[in-house]
């Protein structure tokens, strides 16, 4: 009887805790100011329709005006690289906060880095293909690079489906990529421990698109977070009252928040064609995808290729990328295992430190 | 005068009264009961109307009576809608009975787009209790897995000491329970179920409003959807077209400088 008073005395007191700390943390959330998100500098050298293509300022130059977008620095020996990121989500994941910033880490070791920003697809590119993100907007991208950096080939980073999307791009169009560096990037979209790609087999995607049009971030956020509900409706919140004593972690945390959150629109054709080619028929992987009348034929990819990848991803399992070894042409093709999640691979320590040491010092030893 | 406007202000809450009682009769009635509600009802309407008129008033309204008395006993469930207040989630499928008369008439295509409207509210709302039930499962299964690895740490001295662990535990329990369900075979044909159910719900409901912004000449989202697709045309048509003159034009200047 007296253990159960304790134990009832005890509970009852955390509770009041609970409370407590609640109201702290509510305080806290009020008094917050707004988030700074993506704070290292960068110009917009190319537009077309919702993309954005920019180029990042180099960290000395931080406060220096705008270069000319027609200035050939023939002397610029700095790597290129040209980061293509996923569609779903928003690519100030790579440089969220200055002690949490990938792109950051690439300037401060003296990379000239481009990022294809997607934008916000609205009814208006309802239409847009597979092949239209491929072989229309990536090209012009790398066109646009090559001219202003005076060379030939890029080097492609992709980002998730981004990667998908360097993969099919580098297949089609050799000639302009010097090498390739896939982060956490499904290959294979039908290993056994990849849910959402279970999920999928059962959804009719052609009666979601030719409803919904373009296919509601919204939507897809509930997907994401219906992978692990309880920690991510609910332990998550919790663990949020412990950050709001600290200011720093509690900005911390509404910066991922809002990242989190904040997923564009995916335009109706591509999400129907990456669903159906990709997760439902695997085509990628069976070496059966093409795009503007053309196969993707990965053997077809010679430069040399990083692959890097999260032992603990669990919306791109590692069989999911690390199948490519076995599918690509290139003699030259080396891993980068991480033991991370997904999103892991670019806000954990080790993103800020090893992970670009890694990609840079590979990257210079192919820099042509 | 004063006299037969009272009399006739009497009769006609007389009249509302017994309407009322017959239509609690009618809410209390079983299905048996109901015919025999309907034809007091029947009865109950015409004759006060035809309480002061003259006789041909009397015998029109004998008939109008059986007429009545018909309609309201091959409707019941529209008494049914009216008398009772359905429950949200009652509503859909006394609607859909409401609609399964044939469509005819003049409003005859908003008759069916709402029907299957409703018909598609039904299904999805089906479906949806299919998924409420299987987490109702899952969050019994959690509860019993909390409880086993809750006794077996006590059982090693390691008993969570205090809310926020058990809190922990419950979380751990139940993210495992429902991780071993998002791969089942079944639950994930009941997501897709449940998704597919929706859209075609959104796919009914867009058809309804379609058709109501058309009547006020407002452009539907069919309409946007042509242009669009028009225009992701032509601009591809243009991409190749500046592809190949680019191409002619290089060409020719190669070729001319070649000469000289």
């Known amino acids: 009887m007296s253990t159960d008073n304790t134990v009832a005395e005890k509970l009852r007191k955390e509770l009041n805790e609970f409370r407590e700390r609640t109201g702290r943390a509510l305080d806290a959330l009020a008094g917050l100011r707004d988030v700074e998100i993506g704070p290292t500098p960068k110009d917009l050298i190319y537009s077309e ?34 980061i293509c990121y996923a569609l779903i989500n928003r690519p100030y994941m790579l440089d969220l ?198 196969r993707v034929d990965l053997e077809r990819i010679k430069v040399p290729v990083l692959n890097v990848y999260a032992l603990q991803d669990h919306l791109v399992p590692p069989e999911a990328s690390a199948c490519l070894a076995q599918l690509i042409g290139t003699k030259d093709y080396e891993e980068l295992v991480l033991n991370s999640g997904h999103i892991g691979t670019y806000v954990s320590a080790k993103s800020q430190t090893e992970m670009p040491d890694r990609l840079v010092g590979w990257l210079r030893k192919r820099n042509r | 005068m004063n006299e037969s406007r009272k009399q006739s202000d009497n009769w006609l809450e007389d009249w509302l009264s017994v309407q009322r009682k017959l239509a609690e009769e009618w809410r209390n009635a079983n299905e048996e009961q109901r015919a025999d509600v309907t034809r007091k009802m029947a009865e109950a309407l015409w004759q006060g109307v035809s309480s002061n008129g003259s006789e041909q008033a009397k015998a029109a309204a004998r008939q109008l009576q059986d007429a009545t008395q018909a309609l309201l006993a091959g409707t019941g469930y529209f008494m049914q809608a009216l008398t009772d207040v359905p429950t949200l989630m009652e509503i859909p499928h006394r609607a859909q009975q409401m609609f399964k008369a044939v469509p005819l008439g003049i409003l005859r295509e908003h008759h069916i787009l709402l029907r299957d409207l409703v018909q598609a509210a039904e299904e999805h709302q089906a479906v949806l209790a299919r998924v409420a039930n299987v987490f109702a499962n899952l969050e019994a299964q959690a509860i019993d897995l909390l ?84 225009l992701n045309e032509l601009a591809k048509q243009v991409e190749t077209l500046s592809a190949a003159s680019a191409k002619r034009s290089t060409r020719s200047k190669k070729s001319s400088a070649g000469r000289h």
Not at chain 1, 49 to 66: F, G, N, V
Not at chain 1, 124 to 130: C, E, G, I, P
């Open chain 1, 97 to 294: 906060q200055e002690d949490r910033s990938v792109i950051r880490q690439l300037l401060k070791r003296d990379v000239d880095v481009f990022l294809i920003d997607w934008g916000y697809p609205d009814g208006a590119d309802r239409y847009l293909t597979f092949d239209d993100y491929v072989n229309r907007y990536m090209l012009h991208c790398v066109e646009q690079v090559c001219r202003i950096r005076d060379i030939d080939k890029v080097n492609l980073l992709g980002v998730c489906q981004g990667g998908t999307l360097s993969l099919c791009f580098t297949a089609l169009h050799p000639e302009y990529v010097n090498s390739l560096i896939t982060m956490v990037t499904p290959v294979d979209f039908q290993t056994d421990k990849d849910t959402l790609s279970k999920w999928s087999r059962a959804l009719d995607v052609d009666a979601l698109v030719d409803t919904l049009g373009n296919v509601p971030g919204e939507l897809l956020n509930g997907a994401f977070v219906g992978l692990m509900p309880f920690r991510l409706t609910s332990q998550k919140y919790v663990d949020l009252l412990d950050a709001a004593a600290n200011p720093a972690q509690l900005e911390n945390f509404i910066r991922m928040e809002k990242w989190i959150f904040d997923s564009p629109d995916q335009p109706g054709e591509m999400f129907r064609q990456f669903v159906q080619w990709c997760y439902k028929e695997n085509r990628l992987k069976a070496g059966t995808l093409e795009l503007g009348g053309k």
């Open chain 1, 49 to 82: 329709d919702k993309l954005k293509l920019y180029r990042y300022r180099p960290l000395q130059d931080a406060a220096a005006p705008k270069q000319s977008k027609n200035k050939k620095n023939k002397a610029d020996a700095r790597p290129a690289v040209l």
């Open chain 2, 147 to 230: 409880t086993q690895r809750a006794q077996s740490l006590r059982a090693t001295g390691n008993a969570a000491s205090h809310g926020r662990a058990l809190y922990d535990l419950w979380v751990e329990c139940a993210e495992e329970v429902f991780a071993k369900l998002s791969h089942d075979p079944a639950f994930i044909q009941l997501l897709g179920d449940s998704m597919n159910s929706f859209m075609r719900l959104r796919k009914r409901q867009s058809a309804v409003l379609d058709r109501l912004l058309r009547q006020f000449d407002l452009p539907t989202r069919a309409e946007i959807n042509s242009m669009h697709r028009k």
